[in-house]
Nanobody, 124 residues
Framework: VQLVESGGGLVQAGGSLRLSCAAS????????RGWFRQAPGKEREFVAAIAWFDTTARYADSMKGRFTISKDNAKETMYLEMNSLKPEDAAVYYC??????????????????WGQGTQITVST
């Protein structure tokens, strides 16, 4: 599966951004897709994930209420709506896809395909 993120950029604290992740290739076997982020000097961190063939969604606790994950199966595209952005949300955001089943959502190692990442910068 090939994944391409878009929608990153510079935003002021308190602002909003919407990321997209378009997939192509062998997408039929995807169980879930997710968003992870990595800030300089930090480990990759789970943000949110969504099952591809039902409505299950999971969020990291610090993102609940601010971020919303969604999908358009027909377009093979996943989205991440981010509101009330904080300086600590600045990172490279990656989308990922995997076949790992219902226990995979928050575990980066269970995702097999990754996008190249898109940078989000939050100014104060």
């Amino acid at each position: 599966v090939q994944l391409v993120e878009s929608g990153g950029g510079l935003v002021q604290a308190g602002g909003s951004l919407r990321l997209s992740c378009a997939a192509s290739g062998e997408t039929v076997r995807t169980y879930a897709r997710g968003w992870f982020r990595q800030a300089p000097g930090k480990e990759r961190e789970f943000v949110a994930a969504i099952a591809w063939f039902d409505t299950t969604a999971r969020y990291a606790d610090s993102m609940k209420g601010r971020f919303t994950i969604s999908k358009d199966n027909a377009k093979e595209t996943m989205y991440l709506e981010m509101n009330s952005l904080k300086p600590e949300d600045a990172a490279v955001y990656y989308c990922a896809a995997g076949r790992g089943g219902k226990n995979m959502y928050g575990t980066a190692g269970k995702y097999t395909d990754w996008g190249q990442g898109t940078q989000i910068t939050v100014s104060t």
